[in-house]
Structure formats: C-alpha cells, structure tokens
C-alpha cells in the first residue's frame, strides 16, 4: 500500500512538474509570443530530435515557410530569414559571440579560429591568417600554377575513366582536386597530398571515410557515448575496424606533416600557410605550440576541402540538369583568349565571366555552402525584427530559407542563373542582402577567394573538354540523393553525383576578336 501511495505521489509530482513547465512555455515565457510549432515552444527535443534525422537545415526552412521571418525552433532558440537581423546577428558591430555547439570541433586540444567563440579572440585570431588569404595573395602565379595543374590532372582522368564507364562519380573527383589544392596552399609542394595522381594513397581512404563521418557527426555532437558504441557495433558486424575513423586519420596524417616540418624546416616554404603560422608569435612574443599550429592547419583543410568539394558538385549537377546554361558558359569562355602555359582560358578571363559567375551564384544559393549550424549568442536584452529577446538567446539565419525568400527570388526553387544578369540595381541590392553562401560579416569565410578559383577554374576546364549530362535513367543520382542532408557541411543525401562526361569533339578555338588563337577538345 506504501509502495502505491508513493508511485501515485510520483506520478503527481511528475504530472505537476511538466504541466508548470508547459503552462509557462506556453503563457509565461518570454519567447511565447515567437512564431513556430507548439512543440518547440515546450522543448527542445524536437529540434533535436530533426538533427538526429539529419532534417534540422529543411525542417527550419519548413518552418519558416509556414511562419515567417522569425521561427522559435527551441525554447531560448530563435531562427531568421531576413537581412535585417542577419545584419545584427553576424554583422561586425554586433559581437555576437558563437554558441557552445562549437565546442565539439576543438583539435588537439586547441580552438582554431572556427570554433573560437568570443568575438574579441576571434578578431585577433584573423589578423594572423587574413592577408594571407587575401585576393592580392592568392592570386599569384605561383599558388594559381598547382591549381591549373590539377584542373589539367581532372580533365585528363574524366578522358580516361569515361572510355569504359557511362558515369563517374563526380563528388569523388571533386574531393581529390579540392583536397590536392587546400594542401597544397597550406603545407606547400614538399608535404601537400597528390591524391588524383596516387590511386593508392593514404588520402584517398581517408577522403572516402570523410562522407561517413559526415553523416554520423550529429549523432556524436549530441549523444557521444551512443554515438561510441554504434561505432563500435557497426566496426565489429562489417569487419572494417577502420570504420568512421577518417577524422582520426587526417588529424594524424596532418599531425605527421606538422611534425615533419619540426624535423626539417626547409620543408616550411614562403607562401605556405605553414610559414605563416611557423612565424607567427603570441601576443607575449613566444612561437605558438605544434598543438596551435597542427589545429589551425587541419581546420583550414577541413574547411576548404569540403567547401569547393561539395560546391563544384552541386554546381556540375545544376549544369548537368540545366544543357541551355551549359552551353551558354561554354560559348562564353571559347571566347576567350588561352594561356600558353596550359591551353587553357587565361586566370582572369575565367573570372571575369559573367554567365560563369551567375551560374556559380545561382547553385550557391539553391545549395547553400555554410548551411549547417551557425548559432550566435546574444550578448544583452535587445529587439530582433521587433520581437525583445533576452541575453543568453540562441539566434541564428536559416541560409537555406534567406536564399528561397520568394519576394526577393522568384521562383527561388528553380535554378535561374539568369536573375543574376538582368536585375536591376534595388533587385541585385536585394538579393545580395539575402545571400551568405560563404557566411556574412564578421566570420566572412577567409578562404573565399581561393575557393571561388578553384571552383570557376575547374569548371572552365569540364565545360571546354566534355558536356556534362545526368542520367535519368540512374538510381544512385536522381533529385532525391542530392538533397541537402543537415549535416554540418549540408553533403547530398546519396553522397555521390554520378553524371555522364561525354567528350567534346574538337572544335576551334576564336578569340574575342574572331581570330583562331587555340583549338579545344
């Protein structure tokens, strides 16, 4: 009978408990006046329950579409899709520091400049790096040499593999051409990976490993120790002891390379990012530790690498799917006039393409770059679009659901490179404030100038040597596998693009001016 009577008393006491905290949620709370499904008002396990989905990044546009400008996903969580708050939330003047999220993607102990969340480190923590990725650095003939190389190296291996194959997976190739440049930059030629050269190579496993990790890294961020031991039982049932350890493998094989350059310093060249950051001294004047060093090198690659990865991947299969808009871009650059080093478009010629440019600007903006978690802290009591939220309130831009605003995109699900040529300057004013493929404001992606060469310069070399064509007849590439998956880098669901390179035939090759200054194949 006392057992009973203190199981009822229980069960009371729980009843009470959840209906206060219903009760306050719903009529007491100062978010309870915010937009979003009734749940998230209550508790935060639905959002995270759409993270374990891998639905967060598309469950908040859903949101969004059905309840405006201002979502409340969380109790204490508020989501945006307008400039204006976006302008406060990540704007300079805002300090805004990030979230505890980024706390799980500390290395070696270290915060690299990702993951710092205070707004004062973090603007220390760029003057270190800033210059070096600066336009004016980066495009220089001896970083831009290994990157056209490797534009050549692509090409040629889509000749090869596409004489026996209907398809190739295109993602694969974007991997090893995105991680051969960022290597490149970052370790210089004496320690940088050759992973389209080498088919063997430990960076190839290690890249084939990363799109797993990818797609279990949310269940690790929110509950590590199940996340441990589903590691563990799917090691042991597939026979593959190696199984999601491709970011162990990297932060080893980065932590051999720094080590290596301990060793022999000559191996640290000017121009590289590890000459910067050798050089580089703490504010007492002492060098930084291998462990700061390795961190910031291998969050750079991270970076980078899965960047133009997945970007030259969706802007292929968005040309693949759009052949009017393929040929437009490749008329345009058969324009312009070669580079005799390579055969290829001079640099600048490339970049100066304006079709190119709304094509790479359109894909960007159907699949954004920097969609995953971008969580801000606000740092005092203060008005977002009107609504009052307190200090300690997580805020953030949804990118997916600021770069499909109807009223500034029309048809903002259809890719339409076009709006980009022919708005005018209010129109192209309003969709610049709506879009941040590489982030916004004070955490501006640094690397975005290396990143948009890579991509264009690639892209050049394809379109002049194959037309590039989806199957519609594939069941491992259709609209449903490249669907952005809420991931932290928003890969493709079926984490490949299968597309078909059908070779040019040889054609010739005019000037602007209409003399024949090369021959494309």
Not at 68 to 84: C, H, Q, R, T, Y
Not at 438 to 461: D, S, T
Request: hydrophobic share 40%; aromatic share 10%.
């Amino acid at each position: 009978m006392a057992l009973l009577t203190i199981l009822g008393l229980v069960l009371a006491l729980s009843f009470t408990f959840i209906a206060g905290k219903v009760i306050y949620a719903l009529f007491l709370s100062p978010y309870r006046n915010i937009p979003g499904p009734r749940l998230c008002k209550i508790t935060r396990y639905w959002a995270i329950y759409q993270d374990l989905r891998l639905r967060r990044i598309s469950k908040i546009h859903e949101w969004h579409c059905k309840y405006g400008d201002v979502v409340l996903i969380a109790p204490g969580e508020v989501s945006f899709s307008s400039p204006a708050p976006t302008r406060d939330i990540y704007g300079c003047s805002g300090r805004h520091p990030k979230s505890s999220y980024f706390d799980n993607l500390t290395m070696y102990g270290q915060r690299p400049i990702f993951c710092v969340r205070g707004v004062g480190e973090h603007r220390q923590m760029c003057k270190r790096t800033f210059a070096f990725y600066q336009p004016s650095s980066i495009y220089k003939p001896a970083t831009l040499q290994p990157l056209r190389t490797n534009v050549s190296k692509i090409v040629s291996r889509l000749k090869r593999d596409m004489e026996a194959r209907l398809t190739v997976d295109a993602m694969f190739y974007c991997n090893l051409y995105s991680f051969d440049n960022i290597t490149r930059l970052a370790y210089g030629p004496d320690l940088s990976a050759h992973s389209i050269d080498d088919e063997n190579c430990e960076e190839r496993t290690i890249l084939a490993g990363w799109k797993e990790v990818e797609v279990w890294n949310n269940l690790a961020y929110i509950v590590p120790t199940v996340h441990r031991i589903t590691r563990a039982v799917l090691s042991h049932t597939r026979g593959d002891p190696a199984f999601l350890s491709a970011e162990e493998r990297l932060a080893d094989w980065n932590m051999e390379n720094i080590m290596a350059s301990q060793r022999d310093p000559g191996k640290i060249v000017p121009g590289s990012l590890l000459h910067q950051l050798s050089h580089a001294k703490t504010p007492q004047g002492e060098p930084y530790p291998v462990s700061w060093i390795a961190a910031e090198m291998l969050d750079n690659i991270h970076a980078a690498q899965t960047t133009v990865a997945l970007a030259l991947t969706f802007l292929l299969w968005d040309l693949a799917r759009s052949p009017e808009w393929q040929d437009r871009v490749r008329t345009e650059l058969l324009s312009l006039p070669i580079s005799e080093d390579d055969g290829l478009p001079t640099f600048d010629g490339i970049m100066a393409c304006p079709i190119l440019d709304a094509c790479f600007r359109e894909s960007g903006r159907l699949h954004p770059l920097s969609s995953g978690r971008a969580e801000r802290v606000v740092p005092a009591t203060k008005a977002y679009s009107g609504i009052i939220l307190p200090a300690g309130t997580l805020v953030s831009t949804s990118t997916l659901s600021i770069h499909h605003r109807p009223d500034v995109f029309p048809d903002p699900h259809i890719f339409k490179p076009d709006r980009w040529l022919e708005a005018d300057g209010a129109a192209l004013q309003a969709m610049e404030s709506c879009y941040m493929p590489f982030g916004y404001g004070a955490r501006l992606c640094l690397g975005k100038a290396f990143a948009v060469a890579e991509i264009k310069q690639l892209v050049a070399g394809i379109l002049l040597g194959f037309s590039v064509r989806r199957d519609p007849q594939s069941k491992t590439t259709t609209d449903w596998t490249m669907e952005q998956l809420g991931t932290q880098n928003a890969m493709p669901r079926g984490r490949r693009c299968d597309l078909g390179f059908h070779k040019l035939a040889e054609r010739e090759w005019t000037g602007m001016d209409g003399t024949q200054v090369g021959r494309a194949v």
